[in-house]
Nanobody, 114 residues
Framework: VQLQACGGGLVQAGGYLRLSCAAS????????IDWYRQAPGKQRELVAA???????NYADSVKGRFTISRDNGKNTVYLQMNGLKPEDTAVYYC?????????WGQGTQVTVSS
């Protein structure tokens, strides 16, 4: 499985961005797609996840502001980020979990100015 993430950028606090993660290859094997983020000097953390069946899970810090969704026809998962805060600044990564292995996409930088 190969993943291509995009959609990051610079936005003011309170603004919004939509990240995309397009999967290719053995997409039928993907069980869950996650979005992680890593801020400078911090550990990578799970932000949101969506299963093949559409079940979603969010970190407490983004609940009510971020929405993860998927378009199975396009093999793409989206992360809609509203009400962005400076503490959301990080490199965001998507990950595909097949249950036996995980594949990471390249990161996309999100910077939120105050």
């Amino acid at each position: 499985v190969q993943l291509q993430a995009c959609g990051g950028g610079l936005v003011q606090a309170g603004g919004y961005l939509r990240l995309s993660c397009a999967a290719s290859g053995s997409t039928f094997s993907i069980k869950v797609i996650d979005w992680y983020r890593q801020a400078p000097g911090k550990q990578r953390e799970l932000v949101a996840a969506i299963s093949r069946g559409g079940s979603t899970n969010y970190a407490d810090s983004v609940k009510g502001r971020f929405t993860i969704s998927r378009d199975n026809g396009k093999n793409t998962v989206y992360l809609q980020m509203n009400g962005l805060k400076p503490e959301d600044t990080a490199v965001y990564y998507c990950k595909a979990d097949t249950g036996m292995s995980g594949s990471w996409g390249q990161g996309t930088q999100v910077t939120v100015s105050s």
